[in-house]
């Protein structure tokens, strides 16, 4: 083989040496950004079907006379049931789905809720409060997603630099 | 090829194999100057990894970076996408455990907050330390976003407790 050749092979060789190096120090890096974006997707997905469960926790200890009450929470309870926790597609399509249903059934348990303490001056307990909780503790979707971007845009850039 | 490359190329040569740089030589008048007008005394330098010459290492230097870059490009969706899989059900968990926690605290904070003081105090901190960006804080999770050993997050564990206590006191049947 000419002499020149074989520095060009040279040539292929470091490449490809670099870019199992940035694969491999990547496959560690990227999968934590990852994994940090999937545990904050994941909580924020899942705030709102716990507070409908904890909030049935409740319901059904006071005595509330009020069987289309009663059977309203039974089926939040059996709607929940059937909701996985992955991140699988069929999942997230049926969490979608799911959700509508148990959020229509949740705001009739509250108005039905809301009308027998009415004798009791309270502040309202509606659905929309429960929401707006559940945004106060898992904040804004969108606002997750674009600092993520932003953290991930430093980091490959810094390890670019680093290098 | 640049013609830094070559020339990095051409230098090598001249360490090595003299008949070869002559011939290169005389087609790149341009390189030739490069050639003698840089670091003459180019000695091969020891390396600790690999033994190349100084210039051998320049150029593995620039091409392993080349490669570097683009591995790390090619690989970085495949990751993002294992490792939001990874994360995901863990969030979700602490997610529903923590809503569970607020919901109940809500209804027995609207039924009873105005007698009972403590019960609207912790509603209210709860509210603020149940937060996801105390939940998912790096004072909980280690470096690799895992949970303490026991898998157990230690803000959870503490108003579980505080939560059943509430919930005995009001007779609330779940556990």
Not at chain 2, 48 to 68: C, F, M, P, T, V
């Amino acid at each position: 083989m000419d002499e020149f050749d074989e520095l060009l092979n040279l040539e292929e060789e470091f490449y490809k040496e670099g870019y199992a190096e940035g694969q491999n120090e990547n496959l560690k890096n990227n999968f934590l950004e990852g994994k940090q974006f999937g545990l904050q997707v994941g909580f924020q997905r899942y705030v709102l079907l716990g507070q409908m469960i904890g909030i049935c926790d409740v319901l059904d200890s006071f005595d509330l006379n009020s069987s289309a009450l009663s059977k309203n929470v039974q089926s939040i309870r059996t709607l929940i049931s059937q909701v996985e926790m992955t991140n699988d597609d069929e999942n997230v399509e049926e969490l979608g789905k799911i959700m509508i249903k148990l959020k229509n059934r949740f705001r009739t348990i509250m108005i039905t809720f809301q009308r027998i303490m009415k004798k009791e001056k309270r502040e309202p307990f509606t659905f929309e409060v429960i929401e707006e909780i559940s945004r106060i503790v898992a904040g804004e979707v969108q606002g997750f997603v674009e600092d993520e971007d932003v953290t991930e845009a430093k980091t490959t850039q810094d390890q670019a630099q680093a290098w | 090829m640049s013609t830094d490359d070559l020339a990095l190329l051409l230098k090598n040569f001249l360490e090595t194999e003299h008949k070869v740089i002559y011939r290169v030589m005389a087609n790149q008048d341009d390189i030739l100057d490069d050639v003698w007008g840089s670091d003459s005394d180019s000695e091969m330098l020891s390396n600790e990894n690999a033994g190349y010459s100084r210039d051998l290492q320049k150029l593995r230097e620039q091409h392993n970076k080349r490669g570097y870059l683009d591995g790390i490009v090619s690989s970085k969706e495949t990751n993002l996408q294992q490792g939001f899989n990874a994360g995901f059900p863990t969030g979700a968990t602490i997610g529903f455990e923590i809503g569970r926690l607020l919901g109940r605290l809500q209804t027995l904070n609207y039924k009873y907050g105005q007698e009972n003081e403590q019960l609207k105090k912790d509603y209210s901190q709860a509210l603020n330390d149940l937060k996801i960006g105390n939940m998912l804080s790096k004072h909980v999770f280690d470096t690799d976003y895992q949970l303490p050993e026991d898998g157990k997050h230690p803000i959870l564990e503490e108003w579980k407790i505080k939560v059943s206590s509430y919930s005995a006191q009001y007779n609330i049947i779940r556990k």
